[in-house]
């Protein structure tokens, strides 16, 4: 399977203190983690305990109401929406994002790696939710980003999908990379952190 | 990556299968006003560029529930801001794809409706170099209305009336730019509109 090597001089992710506010509650506040190359972090807990508002602080599409974040380099987000126009073919969707990540080198790779250069001239309108989760995934996976931010990467995946996953989970650790996902259960990732939240 | 967000809205849009409507809107609502007011020349030829200039708002405002609404309902620009891209270089693309997609369809259908409302060619000549003008500013506008609605029922209708009072003077100096300098202050109008906007548009667009 051919993987893009991470980018080596990712630095370790630290939050320190953080806490995080939605709709005037509170979700979660105190939080320290610290994520290093080739580490993954599983976020546990709850449903509405914030795993998925965490991932988005992370991202850098909330603001954190208290504490900081620091490192990790670029993201690759993967979050519950999964960004692909109905109109559309696959290979023109990834294509445009990868464009953006300058990583039209990687995408060959990632859509095998997640086993969706077959579908490559189809819309996404016709799409099932498991290949649109591929799709998702094997966007993350060209974005060549050291750190992959993932919201329940296994949600709508065949156990053949989620093997794949797991593969390209490992070499993207292999190669220093760095991964965060909220999960329920296990996605196949060999050793990781546990933050368990509420 | 600007070129970037540009094309991509372009590719976006000519797969709508909304491109023509605002044209088409364009054409029945100029086509609209002699029945209204009755066979008039003289009378249509006077009011000419105020109809073309509702025409071309109304227009301009047409496609504004799906300029932002949906990018962020499907997670578009979850992933745009993920990746450390200004949401304001985001917006600004948007207003030049829009632009782009609903006035050069509009300047070929000018003609047309230039005919429906009895307009002579001197005065459709510069009621085109004014739409020319003006029409930015009409984009910038529904970007913002867009970006302020988005996520919200019934955004559309609210969009319009944020649009129409903030229109009012891109509208005055358009339906007047045969008056001597009035292009330069509708050219003045339509910059300051969109130098703003990108940044009205970001801040409506940034979560809290």
Redesign the interface.
């Known amino acids: 399977m051919s993987q893009p090597p991470a980018d080596l001089l990712a630095e370790p992710l630290v939050a320190t203190d953080l806490a995080c506010q939605r709709g005037g509650r509170l979700l979660f506040e105190g939080l320290n983690f610290r994520v290093s190359p080739g580490e993954a972090l599983h976020l546990i807990g709850p449903n509405g305990t914030g795993k998925s508002s965490l991932l ?1 602080l992370l ?5 954190p109401a208290a504490g900081s974040i620091a490192g990790g380099g ?4 993967l ?7 109905p ?2 073919t696959l290979e ?1 969707e990834l294509t ?2 990868a ?3 300058e990583g039209l080198a990687r995408l060959p790779g990632a859509m095998a790696a997640m086993n969706v250069a077959g579908l490559a001239a189809v819309p996404c309108r016709h799409l099932s939710s498991g290949q649109r989760r591929r799709a998702g995934l094997a ?1 993350v996976i060209a ?1 060549g980003a050291p750190l992959w ?1 993932l919201d329940e990467p296994t949600a709508g995946l065949d156990t053949a999908s989620s093997a794949l996953l797991a593969a390209a989970m490992a070499a993207h650790r292999e190669g220093g990379g760095m991964i965060i996902a909220a999960v329920h259960g296990d996605i196949g990732l060999d050793a990781p952190k546990v933050l368990a939240l509420g | 990556m600007f070129l970037v967000l540009i094309r991509r809205d372009l590719a976006l849009l000519a797969r709508s299968p909304a491109l023509w409507m605002p044209v088409m809107f364009f054409v029945l609502v100029a086509a609209l006003f002699p029945f209204a007011v009755g066979p008039d020349a003289r009378l249509l030829a006077r009011i000419a560029p105020g109809i073309i200039w509702v025409a071309a708002l109304l227009a301009a405002l047409l496609p504004v529930e799906t300029l932002v609404a949906p990018d962020m309902e499907d997670g578009t620009l979850d992933q745009l801001a993920s990746r450390g891209i200004a949401m304001e270089l985001v917006v600004a693309a948007r207003i030049i794809a829009h632009w782009l997609g609903f006035t050069l369809p509009l300047l070929a259908a000018l003609p047309i409706a230039a005919i429906l409302v009895g307009m002579e060619s001197a005065a459709g000549w510069n009621i085109a170099l004014a739409l020319l003008f003006g029409t930015p500013a009409l984009a910038a506008l529904a970007v913002v209305a867009a970006a302020l609605t988005a996520g919200l029922r019934g955004g559309g209708a609210l969009a319009g009336l944020i649009i129409l009072p903030l229109a009012l003077p891109i509208l005055i100096f358009g339906v007047g730019s045969a008056a001597p300098g009035a292009l330069k202050l509708l050219a003045a109008a339509s910059l300051v509109t969109l130098a703003v906007s990108p940044f009205a548009a970001a801040a409506a667009l940034r979560q809290d």
Do not use: E, N, Q, Y
Not at chain 1, 74 to 77: D, E, K, L, T, V
Not at chain 1, 79 to 85: E, F, M, N, P, S
């Open positions: 988005r991202a850098g599409l909330l603001a670029p993201r690759g987000f979050g519950h929406d999964v960004a692909l126009k109109r559309m023109a445009h994002w464009r953006l990540d966007r974005s931010l």
